[in-house]
């Protein structure tokens, strides 16, 4: 898939654990856990503004895409 989820990185830019943000935002750690590993085909709209807001910054810095033409034929090749 060639949107990726860069939390990983954002956290450990910003020193904020995990388990902290989970809470402030009031997803489990476990839910937090597999967007920060990528292992999501999908985020809320709601659930990245309020990453953006603790973390302050925009869905840029938490999403990166890798283009692929693949995107255009519905992923197949």
């Given at each position: 898939m060639p949107?990726?989820?860069t939390l990983d990185v954002l956290l450990a830019m910003?020193?904020?654990k995990?388990?902290?943000?989970a809470?402030?935002?009031g997803l489990s750690?476990?839910?937090l856990s597999l967007?920060?590993?990528g292992k999501v085909k999908g985020m809320r709209f709601d659930t990245l503004?309020?990453?953006c807001y603790v973390l302050e910054c925009s869905?840029?810095?938490?999403?990166?895409?890798?283009?692929?033409?693949?995107?255009?034929?519905?992923?197949e090749g």
């Amino acid at each position: 898939m060639p949107v990726k989820v860069t939390l990983d990185v954002l956290l450990a830019m910003r020193k904020r654990k995990a388990r902290e943000v989970a809470e402030e935002i009031g997803l489990s750690e476990t839910q937090l856990s597999l967007l920060r590993t990528g292992k999501v085909k999908g985020m809320r709209f709601d659930t990245l503004a309020k990453l953006c807001y603790v973390l302050e910054c925009s869905p840029a810095d938490i999403l990166d895409y890798e283009r692929d033409a693949a995107d255009l034929s519905g992923g197949e090749g």
